[in-house]
């Protein structure tokens, strides 16, 4: 399975971002057996989940730091899950990454399959 995230950059605070994850290479396992989530890495800490949806079902896990200000969705005709994030602070400069499961986790340990990550930064 191959993960590609598109949608990080330059956003001032307060500001928006839609990050994208665009899922191939399913053999077995479809797109839809599988659970996609978000994580992020800022420098000097460790890799934390944001959220995660089950693609089959469309049932959805928000951590405590995405709650109000994400959203995760998915379209699964282009297998592809999205991460909708507003009112965006410094503290959420970091590297953005999607990774796959077949099990209905969402943590980081728990996940097969990790994209190479977005970048975003919050600055002014």
């Known amino acids: 399975v191959q993960l590609v995230e598109s949608g990080g950059g330059l956003v001032l605070p307060g500001g928006s971002l839609r990050l994208s994850c665009v899922a191939s290479?399913?053999?077995?396992?479809?797109?839809?057996?599988?659970?996609i989530g978000w994580f992020r890495q800022a420098p000097g800490k460790e890799r934390e989940a944001i959220a995660c949806?089950?693609?089959?079902?469309?049932?959805?896990n928000y951590k405590d730091l995405a709650k109000g200000r994400v959203t995760i969705s998915t379209d699964n005709a282009k297998k592809t899950v999205n991460l909708q994030m507003n009112s965006l602070e410094p503290g959420d400069t970091a590297v953005y990454y999607c990774?796959?499961?077949?099990?209905?986790?969402?943590?980081?340990?728990?996940?097969?399959?990790w994209g190479k990550g977005t970048l975003v930064t919050v600055s002014s």
């Open positions: 290479g399913f053999t077995g396992f479809t797109f839809e057996h599988y659970v």
């Open positions: 990774a796959a499961a077949l099990e209905r986790t969402c943590e980081p340990d728990g996940m097969d399959y």
């Open positions: 949806i089950s693609t089959g079902g469309g049932a959805t």
